[in-house]
């Protein structure tokens, strides 16, 4: 199994109140999305990510992926490397791990990817 990037909640959050170029992006469920997301956060269900390749290769961000426990989102992440898409972070143990770290959540609609 391939290793891929990672990053805790903790360093997501430092790097969200920081300058850097970076983008995060909630792949989970409709109703999952409902219970609240990370501030800033732009939804993209995980069974669109095959249609949307082009959105992680003309990046030049850099893009942390969550789900609710990092499980899916490092499926996500590996599947994009063996497209040769490197620019992806997952956040390990997902949202999960965030809202016990004591981060908020917003219930602000999120953008859509078209």
Not at 86 to 109: A, C, F, Q, Y
Request: a positive charge; hydrophobic letters at 40%; proline letters at 4%.
């Amino acid at each position: 199994m391939s290793r891929i990037k990672e990053i805790s909640a903790t360093e997501l959050s430092n790097l969200h109140n920081s300058e850097s170029r970076f983008e995060i992006i909630d792949i989970r469920t409709h109703a999952e999305i409902e219970r609240g997301v990370i501030p800033d956060a732009r939804i993209l269900p995980m069974a669109q990510i095959p249609l949307k390749l082009s959105f992680f290769s003309l990046s030049d961000k850099q893009v942390v992926i969550y789900c609710r426990t990092g499980s899916r989102s490092a499926q996500v992440c590996r599947f994009l490397n063996k497209h040769g898409i490197n620019n992806v972070i997952n956040l390990r143990g997902g949202i999960v791990k965030w809202t016990s770290s004591g981060l908020p959540l917003t219930l602000e609609t999120a953008e859509f990817i078209d």
